[in-house]
């Protein structure tokens, strides 16, 4: 092993060589999503939906809570973000019409649509059992949101069933209604 390198050069190379496969189809998405995406319907309907949802989110919030929401929605985005990268690279689903092209996930759910919702939703009704508040927003995303978007075309499943994102969505919802729950936050 040249230079004190702990990995055997072959599998460097390998590995180099497959990197190199993954930026040439990132460069042919790219050309390809100029031709057909970009300044397109789809885009700036992306766009909308990643800017409308905040707009939204800003009138409604819950003044003095900003930063416990912001704690939930950048959670939700991560994990929302982290499962759909998972679901794109294990080739479950795909996406078209993206306003991002050189991220494997659709920005608008990921970034906006699924953390503003989660927010919103926490603050309406906060007195409900959130167990049966998480239903309903699984229900609704799972059952409405991901169909509405594979009829726009946005969204193709492919070894993916609307019922398996069901208990994921229930998850996501309570967890972040843990994290709206915390004590722990206290000036620095």
């Known amino acids: ?40 319907w789809e885009f700036w309907l992306s766009l909308f939906l990643v800017v409308f949802p905040w707009m939204i989110w800003w009138f409604y919030r819950k003044r003095g809570s900003e930063g416990r929401l912001l704690l939930v ?3 939700v985005l991560l994990v929302a973000s982290w499962l759909d990268f998972l679901g794109v690279a294990f080739g479950a689903w795909f996406y078209t019409g993206k306003a991002v092209p050189v ?3 659709f920005f608008p ?6 953390p503003v919702t989660v927010m919103l939703w926490l603050q309406f009704q906060p007195h409900w059992n959130p167990f049966v ?35 994921v ?11 709206s729950k915390m004590m722990s936050f206290d000036t620095l």
């Open 1 to 40: 092993m040249p230079d004190g390198q702990l990995i055997n050069a072959d599998k460097i190379e390998q590995s180099r060589k497959l990197y190199e496969e993954i930026h040439q189809t990132h460069m042919k998405y790219l050309s390809f999503w100029k031709e057909t995406t970009l300044w397109h």
């Open 133 to 167: 508040k998480a239903v309903i927003y699984a229900l609704v995303v799972a059952f409405i949101g991901e169909p509405f978007f594979e009829w726009l075309g946005f969204y193709s499943p492919l070894k993916w069933n609307t019922i398996y994102s069901f208990p």
């Open 169 to 179: 969505y229930i998850g996501i919802f309570l967890v972040s209604y843990r994290f």
């Open 109 to 114: 759910w990921d970034s906006s649509l699924l």
């Open 73 to 75: 929605g950048f959670f």
């Open 103 to 105: 991220m494997p996930t």
